[in-house]
């Protein structure tokens, strides 16, 4: 599409690569954060805009960085939300009350059923259509902020970003007005093909606790997939994968498989469950997470696999792995991630549809 004005919600690693993306093919950019994330807003605003090197470089200006919501909304036709599951709720709690008909909304990533968390926050029916509502199947970027208002962006993906609306009616719409951006962006059958092809929950939690001693013990000094990833772990990635895959072909849905998306991202040579994490290009230099008490668990275990494992229980599925990952990180983390439930379809106010309507999404 020609000039848009895209507003970004979030300031982390994906909030800064989303916003100096669209800036630089040419649209209007504002970045707003809450105030409960000052810093990065801030050097932005400092600077005038986001340097970035990696793959993709140089230097885009931002429009906007800052904490008023009604100055970042300013003209905003597409509103790209980023960051994890767990800000969600938040962002579309702060967003929702100031969008007026008209207007896009993407959840990037989705993480786990983002649109329908998106819409139920926002007082949206799944099938309204005033405002456009959708969600990405991953964040197309491996990136890093590396120093104040400047990110490295080791990769862009190549393909494989999947997009969905909710309704499906709304999901040309948002192809067409990314596209310009993410040329390797497809049609996605339904929002939860986004949500389930999400390969986060199925690599780093497995990554993450067979890895947890030495976490622990270097501090996360070590490369998280080069290092992490052996036959042994990528025998138990690779199960969680196959659960993941059954739970799609109960719904009906199209998922590739991790490895064979990896290659279509152009993260990875190898479509295997090894080798090919470890010496993929697009994961090289990726350090491990300081510590345990980390997104990699208590988001893609604490939202992902608590979601994926609901989910399996209603279309008949069994998910042993998932299952034994999640007791794994409830115990090392000491919490209950089941009892929480952060994320399910009783969550999400769907608990009392039907499977038909569930898989008609």
Same mark, same amino acid.
């Given at each position: 599409?020609?000039?848009?004005?895209?507003?970004?919600?979030?300031?982390? *690693?994906?909030?800064?690569?989303?916003?100096?993306?669209?800036?630089?093919?040419?649209?209007?950019?504002?970045? @707003?954060?809450?105030?409960?994330?000052?810093?990065?807003?801030?050097?932005?605003?400092?600077?005038?805009?986001?340097?970035?090197?990696?793959?993709? &470089?140089? @230097?885009?200006?931002?429009?906007?960085?800052?904490?008023?919501?009604?100055?970042?909304?300013?003209?905003?036709?597409?509103?790209?939300?980023?960051?994890?599951?767990? %800000?969600?709720?938040?962002?579309?709690?702060?967003?929702?009350?100031?969008?007026?008909?008209?207007?896009?909304?993407?959840?990037?990533?989705?993480?786990?059923?983002?649109?329908?968390?998106?819409? =139920?926050?926002?007082?949206?029916?799944?099938?309204?259509?005033?405002?456009?509502?959708?969600?990405?199947?991953?964040?197309?970027?491996?990136?890093?902020?590396?120093?104040?208002?400047?990110?490295?962006? !080791?990769?862009?993906?190549?393909?494989?970003? @999947?997009?969905?609306?909710?309704?499906?009616?709304?999901?040309?719409?948002?192809?067409?007005?990314? /596209?310009?951006?993410?040329?390797?962006?497809?049609?996605?059958?339904?929002?939860?093909?986004?949500?389930? /092809?999400?390969? *986060?929950?199925?690599?780093?939690?497995?990554?993450?606790?067979?890895?947890?001693?030495?976490?622990?013990?270097?501090?996360?000094? !070590?490369?998280?997939?080069?290092?992490?990833?052996?036959?042994?772990?990528?025998?138990?990635?690779?199960?969680?994968?196959?659960?993941?895959?059954?739970?799609?072909?109960?719904?009906?849905? =199209?998922?590739?498989?991790?490895?064979?998306?990896?290659?279509?991202?152009?993260?990875?040579?190898?479509?295997?469950?090894?080798?090919?994490?470890?010496?993929?290009?697009?994961?090289?230099?990726?350090?491990?997470?300081?510590?345990?008490?980390? =997104?990699?668990?208590?988001?893609?275990?604490?939202?992902?696999?608590? !979601?994926?494992?609901?989910?399996?229980? =209603?279309?008949?599925? &069994?998910?042993?792995?998932?299952?034994?990952?999640?007791?794994?990180? %409830?115990?090392?983390?000491?919490?209950?991630?089941?009892?929480?439930?952060?994320?399910?379809?009783?969550?999400?106010?769907?608990?009392?549809?039907?499977?038909?309507?569930?898989?008609?999404?």
């Amino acid at each position: 599409m020609s000039d848009m004005n895209v507003t970004v919600v979030g300031s982390g *690693n994906g909030g800064l690569a989303t916003a100096f993306d669209f800036a630089v093919h040419g649209h209007t950019v504002r970045l @707003f954060d809450s105030p409960h994330f000052p810093d990065h807003v801030a050097e932005v605003a400092a600077a005038g805009g986001i340097h970035a090197t990696g793959e993709i &470089e140089g @230097f885009a200006q931002m429009a906007y960085s800052g904490h008023d919501i009604g100055d970042g909304l300013e003209g905003a036709e597409l509103v790209v939300l980023v960051g994890p599951a767990y %800000s969600t709720e938040h962002q579309a709690a702060v967003v929702a009350p100031h969008l007026l008909p008209g207007q896009a909304v993407l959840v990037c990533p989705a993480s786990c059923a983002g649109a329908i968390t998106f819409k =139920r926050i926002a007082g949206l029916a799944l099938d309204d259509e005033t405002i456009t509502v959708g969600e990405t199947s991953t964040l197309p970027y491996a990136v890093r902020i590396v120093a104040p208002g400047r990110i490295n962006v !080791f990769h862009k993906l190549a393909g494989g970003v @999947f997009v969905a609306g909710l309704p499906r009616s709304g999901t040309g719409r948002l192809l067409s007005m990314i /596209q310009g951006v993410y040329p390797g962006a497809e049609a996605a059958d339904c929002v939860f093909a986004t949500t389930l /092809q999400n390969g *986060n929950p199925v690599i780093h939690p497995a990554v993450t606790l067979l890895n947890a001693g030495l976490i622990e013990r270097t501090t996360g000094a !070590f490369l998280f997939y080069e290092e992490g990833v052996t036959e042994a772990v990528g025998r138990a990635i690779e199960a969680v994968d196959r659960e993941r895959l059954a739970i799609a072909e109960a719904l009906g849905v =199209r998922v590739l498989s991790e490895p064979d998306l990896g290659v279509l991202q152009g993260y990875m040579r190898e479509a295997n469950y090894s080798s090919g994490y470890s010496t993929a290009p697009g994961f090289l230099g990726i350090g491990a997470q300081s510590q345990l008490e980390h =997104r990699y668990l208590t988001e893609d275990v604490g939202y992902s696999l608590v !979601f994926l494992t609901d989910l399996a229980g =209603r279309v008949g599925v &069994e998910t042993p792995t998932m299952e034994a990952l999640i007791t794994m990180a %409830s115990v090392v983390l000491a919490r209950d991630f089941r009892a929480e439930g952060a994320r399910t379809l009783a969550t999400l106010g769907l608990d009392s549809m039907s499977d038909g309507d569930l898989a008609a999404l």
